[in-house]
């Protein structure tokens, strides 16, 4: 299995700050990488696949980056709406494993 | 808009079988790929496996003897039936559409989750 796992497992940020999170793979997955968003009580939400591609009516503040076994979520100023885990999931082979996952809560 | 609904008993006795439908609507099951994801409470979320509408399975080896997905296309649902369960599969369960293609797989759709508690 491609194993996932994801940088800082906790940030705290204030609104307006720039966050981003880091997501590696064990190997070579291209482009193949999807970015959720959960919080509390909820299921996830996805918002970035094929590593870059922003889901329709995710807003434009949340990217994603990265090739081969490293990727990034960036945040660009985060909003009070924004305090949640982020997984990451590899797209390339089943199983897809999911990252741990980062929470974003309140600096 | 396309709605995923999770039903079925919230709590199953150790060594038993777990079973779960998912109800579809906004969308015909028999187009894309329809999964399970489990996340135990305060907890990370585990891939489960999914099904095409042809029937065509692909699972979780970490589960695979254990898990069995299946579909009715006649009324637009999924299942999912876990076998001789242990306390380690208490969990939320979450059926997803799974999209494919260009981008690659992701879970755009999303039931809202029922908790299944093993217990005797």
């Known amino acids: 299995d491609i194993q996932m796992t994801q940088s800082p497992s906790s940030v705290p940020a204030s609104v307006g700050d720039r966050v981003i999170i880091t997501c590696r793979a064990s190997?070579?997955?291209?482009?193949?990488l999807a970015w959720y968003q959960q919080k509390p009580g909820k299921a996830p939400n996805l918002l970035v696949y094929g590593a870059s591609s922003l889901q329709a009516g995710v807003p434009s503040r949340f990217s994603g980056s990265g090739f081969g076994t490293n990727f990034t979520l960036t945040i660009s100023s985060l909003q009070p709406e924004d305090f949640a885990t982020y997984y990451c999931q590899q797209a390339d082979i089943s199983p897809f494993t999911f990252g741990p996952g980062t929470r974003v809560d309140v600096k | 808009q396309v709605q995923l609904q999770e039903s079925g008993p919230g709590l199953v006795k150790p060594s038993e079988t777990l079973s779960l439908t998912c109800s579809v609507s906004g969308d015909s099951i028999s187009t894309y790929y329809w999964s399970w994801i489990r996340q135990p409470p305060g907890k990370g979320l585990e891939w489960i496996g999914n099904?095409?509408?042809?029937?065509?399975?692909s699972y979780n080896p970490s589960l695979k003897s254990r898990v069995s997905i299946s579909v009715d296309t006649s009324k637009n649902q999924f299942s999912l039936e876990m076998t001789s369960v242990t306390a380690a599969d208490t969990a939320f369960y979450y059926c997803a559409r799974a999209s494919r293609g260009y981008g690659g797989y992701r879970l755009d759709f999303w039931g809202q989750g029922t908790l299944v508690t093993v217990s005797s």
């Open positions: 190997q070579h997955i291209s482009t193949w």
């Open positions: 099904i095409y509408y042809t029937g065509k399975t």
